[in-house]
């Protein structure tokens, strides 16, 4: 299957999903939310893949929400408020969706993050099963920057996995949290010094996840 905002490989029983924009910062655009879903499917019918590695090309892992998703004057331009607002919220569930195909994948999802992970980012990465990043590494819920709510997954997932303090403050003050305090507070396992040190690592440790029994590890 083509893809035109990610790529996926699939070999030695790891799924390697990538974003793939790093021209414009992985920022997530409609083709993106589109084809993550088929991704996953692909990724479930091919039925070799043990467990996901989620990374990105370029500088950042992602800009978060390319805001031209919810820009422009779309086909709902002459609908009642009510109906764009209906509309609205079905695009929120369908971006949400996203997220939660990598919670309930049958098998284990693994983001490697390097430079900044912003906004639906973090969204992202909090659904995942293990984290690791790169030293340039940050993360920032960037919502509150720009006055919405970070509704597609932070808010929920964010405090299982730090301090609910620390992530009430994250997501008030919209500040970038380091690679090594993202560490020290449980959001990241390891931090790596180079993209390419942590891809090597990550893969190993996808490697060794891979070997073991599926049954043991999905149920």
Aim: aromatic share 6%.
């Amino acid at each position: 299957m083509g893809y035109q905002a990610i790529e996926l490989q699939i070999s030695d029983k790891i799924a390697h999903l990538r974003f793939n924009r790093p021209e414009a910062l992985n920022a997530m655009n409609k083709d993106m939310w589109r084809e993550i879903p088929q991704a996953v499917q692909q990724i479930d019918e091919d039925g070799s893949a043990r467990v996901i590695v989620l990374s990105s090309t370029g500088k950042h892992f992602t800009a978060g929400m390319d805001l031209s998703v919810f820009g422009g004057p779309g086909p709902y331009k002459d609908a009642e408020m009510g109906r764009k607002r209906a509309h609205f919220r079905q695009d929120i569930l369908r971006i949400q969706e996203c997220f939660n195909l990598f919670e309930r994948a049958r098998m284990p999802v693994i983001a490697a993050v390097q430079g900044g992970c912003i906004g639906a980012g973090v969204d992202m990465i909090t659904a995942c099963d293990m984290r690791y990043c790169t030293r340039d590494a940050f993360f920032c819920i960037q919502e509150i920057n720009i006055g919405i709510t970070a509704d597609v997954g932070t808010l929920q997932r964010l405090p299982k996995l730090i301090p609910e303090g620390i992530a009430r403050e994250l997501a008030y003050t919209g500040r970038r949290m380091p690679a090594a305090e993202a560490r020290d507070c449980g959001l990241i396992n390891r931090v790596f010094d180079t993209q390419e040190e942590m891809l090597a690592g990550v893969m190993e440790i996808a490697g060794e996840i891979a070997s073991k029994s599926p049954l043991a590890i999905w149920g």
